[in-house]
């Protein structure tokens, strides 16, 4: 059974980098892009960006230039950067897998999800 | 940007009863179109995909259709675990990002 693990720091302050780290466990990690997505207290889903096994990423324009995804592939982990945060960026932040399969967009396997709360 | 609009904000129906839910989106976006189901402090979870094809272990109560614009969820007999918030969720190719519809709240 396929099970995505995340952890990572739940407070951080305005200026701060936020760091998640998403595990894989029961499945495999190549073939597939790994997500990350968010959700703002009672709002919808957004998608942040993903990452395959081989470090091709793809991400949302709209944060661009504060995110950085990577992957270790060793350890079949993969983590999240996002820099300069501020309130706006406190969320519900998920890790979540895609197959690596032309059109094929569904993200069928979701980690817990972990609260980021941003606040000085 | 395609826009994603889902109706309505909130669906109260009982157990037992037909639920449908709407998701229209601002262009056409062929098949491309899932479902997600997310309970409260759990994570969404993966109902529908390419807008009609029901997800590993989904229910057969559970259906969606539609094409181009116009998609629909539709839970035949609702179920007491049913009652939940339903996103619809797009994505046109690997260069563009996803996109979410706000969500409709199914309450008893």
């Known amino acids: 059974q396929v099970q995505l693990q995340q952890w990572g720091a739940g407070l951080l302050k305005p200026s701060e980098t936020l760091s998640l780290t998403c595990a894989v466990y029961g499945g495999s990690f190549s073939g597939y892009y790994w997500n990350w997505i968010r959700q703002p207290p009672g709002k919808g889903l957004e998608w942040i960006g993903e990452?395959?096994?081989?470090?091709?990423?793809n991400y949302n324009p709209s944060l661009k230039s504060r995110v950085s995804i990577s992957v270790d592939t060793s350890k079949s982990q993969v983590i999240l950067k996002l820099s300069s945060v501020t309130a706006a960026d406190t969320a519900v932040y998920y890790c979540?897998?895609?197959?690596?399969?032309?059109?094929?967009?569904?993200?069928?396997?979701w980690g817990q999800g972990t609260l980021v709360t941003v606040s000085s | 940007e395609i826009v994603l609009t889902q109706s309505p904000a909130t669906l109260s129906l009982s157990p037992g009863e037909r639920a449908i839910l709407s998701c229209r989106a601002s262009q056409t976006i062929s098949n491309y179109l899932a479902w997600y189901q997310q309970k409260p402090d759990q994570a969404p979870r993966l109902l529908i995909y390419d807008a009609s094809n029901r997800a590993a272990g989904i229910p057969a109560r559970f259906s969606g259709s539609g094409s181009g614009t116009d998609f629909t969820l539709t839970i035949s007999s609702l179920e007491p675990e049913d009652f939940a918030v339903y996103y619809c969720h797009h994505r046109s190719s690997w260069r563009s990002p996803y996109t979410s519809g706000q969500g409709t709240r199914l309450e008893i």
């Open positions: 979540a897998r895609r197959p690596d399969v032309r059109d094929t967009y569904a993200l069928d396997y």
């Open positions: 990452i395959n096994d081989s470090g091709s990423t």
